[in-house]
């Protein structure tokens, strides 16, 4: 009885020892994964948290935009004509602000209840 008991310390040693390998290697797949998806190129060689890059004419326009040497009208309307389209795509104009209506009288024909 002695030995089997003993086998079955040393099957539990290698099995403790198994699974902790299994775990090790599944912390090192996921590093390995997490620095890839990380630092890596991505799909076409494009970092994934970067843009790809912009022709030079329209980095310049963003640049100038970002100096305030132009105004936003300006920007949009140079833009759209580096990329082909016929003006501002989309142009935002300040609504004036409506008057206050005044307050309709009473059904009574008397003062307005407050």
């Known amino acids: 009885m002695g030995s089997s008991s003993m086998l079955w310390g040393f099957f539990g040693f ?3 020892l198994v699974v902790l390998g299994l775990i090790a290697l599944f912390v090192v797949y996921l590093v390995k994964k997490s620095k890839g998806k990380q630092f890596g190129p991505g799909p076409m060689g494009h970092h994934p948290h970067h843009r ?11 640049e100038r935009l970002a100096r305030g040497e ?3 009208e300006d920007y ?3 833009r759209a004509a580096l990329l082909g389209g016929g003006g501002p795509t989309n142009e935002w104009t300040p609504q004036a602000p409506t008057p206050p209506r005044p307050e309709a009288p009473a059904a009574d024909g008397g003062e307005p209840a407050a």
């Open 70 to 72: 132009i105004e936003v």
């Open 76 to 78: 949009m309307t140079r």
């Open 52 to 62: 790809p890059p912009m022709p030079p004419a329209l980095q310049i326009l963003d």
């Open 14 to 16: 290698i099995g403790t």
